[in-house]
């Protein structure tokens, strides 16, 4: 699971964006095309150093591309998920609630 969540931008629920080591565009691109179809709320979620960008992203869409979308609420929390070695390990997450 932590390589689906971090390897690209995916959508498991409809209103789900998923942040990665994609271009900070491609995901501004997604959350923009899901309320121009119709979302009123995406989410927008990262793991460990991906974080900053999907602040970035949720900034972006904000100020720029949709200005009358407003950010709801901003949750942090710490996952524990498997590191390549077999080892549990945390890492910091976040989930970004983004309103039109």
Not at 39 to 55: D, Y
Not at 65 to 83: G, P, Q
Request: hydrophobic content about 40%; overall charge negative; cysteine-free.
């Amino acid at each position: 699971m932590a390589e689906e969540s971090t390897a690209m931008a995916e959508r498991s629920a409809d209103n789900t964006i998923y942040v990665g080591k994609k271009d900070t565009m491609a995901y501004v691109l997604a959350v923009v095309t899901q309320m121009n179809q119709g979302m009123n709320e995406v989410v927008i979620k990262a793991r460990g150093k991906a974080i900053s960008r999907a602040v970035d992203v949720a900034e972006i869409v904000k100020n720029k591309f949709s200005t009358d979308a407003r950010i709801e609420s901003i949750i942090t929390s710490t996952e524990e998920v498997e590191s390549d070695e077999g080892k549990s390990v945390k890492v910091s997450a976040i989930e970004i609630r983004v309103v039109k």
